[in-house]
């Protein structure tokens, strides 16, 4: 396993599409956030499993659900490519800071029928969101469907700024990492040409771990990546987005310079909401778990209308 994750992630270095290789991985453990005590059977933390609709096929997802009668704000959790990091050590912080979290595997890939691809992707973030807005899916797991929040890691990432991007009611978002596909894409034509941009960017991604993705191939991902390139760049979405609260966070993994002069168009656009965040780890922030969660938490405890996780509404931090 440590082999084949070295490989890939060397050869999509080389590539100069999805970054450098990460470094091997260190575990670190997770310290437990206050605990509330007395609550009824109800009102407890609790885990659910569904399926979530997403243009004929069922995605499979679960929702981590905050102790307290609620409503609570939640989180949809979008994963990378292929999505071996979850980040799911993230999401058990944000449930015990009063957050619901979904997490949904895209269709085509860990086993979600369906055929993978980035526009497929993006429909399935709104899908996600389309169904938490439902009434009695809102009401089930004790969450507000007014204020959903997305976070994305590298693919996820992108994945992110897409479905923000395409649904205003989305006030906030971060990034971890985030993969510019379409940026990267462009940059890649520009220099390359479009033949080498795709043998390029197909080599790569036959070297990202496609085993659980299904319905794709190397080479239909990076044209797929070359028809959209210039819409899908995260400089295409700053006008969009301008008006919403973003967290970048970067590392030392090469998507520093993208993501910043993301959040520096989004500045210069006239938002004055952007915070962004450096930790010195690789792709995975494999050594600073604890740092990113502290990050991602101090962020979203302070957006508007925060409700921690006794149930209770608490005023926004100053940043």
Same mark, same amino acid.
């Given at each position: 396993?440590?082999?084949?994750?070295?490989?890939?992630?060397?050869?999509?270095?080389l590539?100069?599409?999805?970054?450098p290789?990460?470094a091997?991985?260190?575990?670190?453990?997770?310290?437990?956030?206050? !605990? +509330?005590?007395?609550?009824?059977?109800g009102?407890?933390?609790?885990?659910?499993? *569904?399926?979530?609709?997403?243009?004929?096929?069922?995605?499979?997802?679960? +929702?981590?659900?905050?102790?307290?009668? $609620?409503?609570?704000?939640?989180v !949809?959790?979008?994963?990378g490519l292929?999505?071996?990091?979850?980040?799911?050590?993230?999401?058990?912080?944000?449930?015990?800071?009063?957050?619901?979290?979904?997490?949904?595997?895209?269709r085509?890939?860990w #086993?979600?029928? #369906?055929?993978?691809s980035?526009?497929?992707?993006?429909?399935?973030?709104? @899908?996600?969101?389309?169904?938490?807005?439902?009434?009695g899916?809102?009401?089930k797991?004790?969450?507000?469907?007014?204020?959903?929040?997305?976070?994305?890691?590298? *693919?996820?990432? &992108?994945?992110? !700024?897409e479905?923000?991007?395409?649904?205003?009611?989305?006030?906030a978002?971060?990034?971890?990492? @985030?993969?510019?596909?379409?940026g990267? *894409?462009?940059?890649?034509?520009?220099?390359? #040409?479009?033949?080498?941009?795709?043998?390029?960017? /197909?080599?790569?991604?036959?070297?990202?771990?496609?085993?659980?993705?299904?319905?794709?191939?190397p080479d239909g991902?990076?044209?797929?990546l070359?028809?959209?390139a210039a819409?899908?760049? &995260?400089?295409?979405?700053?006008?969009?987005?301008?008006?919403r =609260?973003?967290l970048? +966070?970067?590392?030392?993994?090469? &998507?520093?310079p993208?993501?910043?002069?993301?959040?520096?168009?989004?500045?210069?656009? $006239?938002?004055?909401?952007?915070?962004?965040?450096?930790?010195?780890?690789?792709?995975?922030?494999?050594?600073?778990?604890?740092e990113? =969660?502290?990050? !991602?938490?101090a962020?979203?405890?302070?957006?508007?209308?925060? +409700?921690?996780?006794? /149930?209770?509404?608490?005023?926004?931090?100053?940043?």
């Amino acid at each position: 396993m440590h082999r084949a994750a070295t490989t890939i992630a060397f050869s999509l270095a080389l590539a100069g599409i999805l970054g450098p290789a990460p470094a091997p991985l260190h575990a670190q453990p997770a310290t437990d956030n206050r !605990v +509330v005590a007395g609550l009824e059977g109800g009102d407890r933390a609790e885990m659910q499993t *569904m399926q979530i609709p997403s243009h004929g096929a069922s995605m499979n997802a679960l +929702v981590y659900v905050a102790a307290g009668v $609620g409503p609570h704000p939640a989180v !949809v959790l979008l994963h990378g490519l292929p999505g071996y990091e979850r980040n799911l050590d993230l999401a058990q912080d944000m449930r015990r800071a009063g957050w619901d979290v979904l997490y949904f595997d895209y269709r085509g890939s860990w #086993g979600t029928p #369906g055929d993978f691809s980035f526009s497929h992707g993006i429909e399935d973030a709104a @899908a996600a969101l389309a169904y938490l807005r439902q009434p009695g899916v809102a009401g089930k797991l004790r969450l507000d469907p007014g204020r959903i929040v997305l976070i994305g890691h590298s *693919m996820g990432g &992108f994945m992110a !700024v897409e479905a923000a991007a395409g649904d205003p009611a989305i006030k906030a978002f971060a990034t971890i990492s @985030a993969v510019d596909l379409g940026g990267r *894409m462009q940059s890649l034509r520009a220099t390359q #040409g479009e033949h080498e941009a795709i043998a390029r960017a /197909g080599a790569a991604l036959a070297g990202a771990g496609m085993a659980p993705l299904a319905g794709c191939t190397p080479d239909g991902l990076a044209r797929e990546l070359l028809q959209h390139a210039a819409g899908w760049s &995260f400089q295409a979405r700053v006008d969009a987005l301008k008006n919403r =609260s973003v967290l970048v +966070v970067t590392s030392d993994d090469g &998507f520093a310079p993208e993501d910043n002069a993301f959040a520096d168009a989004l500045r210069k656009a $006239g938002d004055a909401r952007v915070s962004t965040t450096h930790l010195p780890t690789d792709h995975a922030y494999s050594d600073q778990r604890l740092e990113l =969660s502290k990050t !991602v938490l101090a962020w979203l405890a302070g957006l508007p209308n925060h +409700v921690d996780s006794t /149930g209770s509404v608490a005023p926004p931090r100053g940043r």
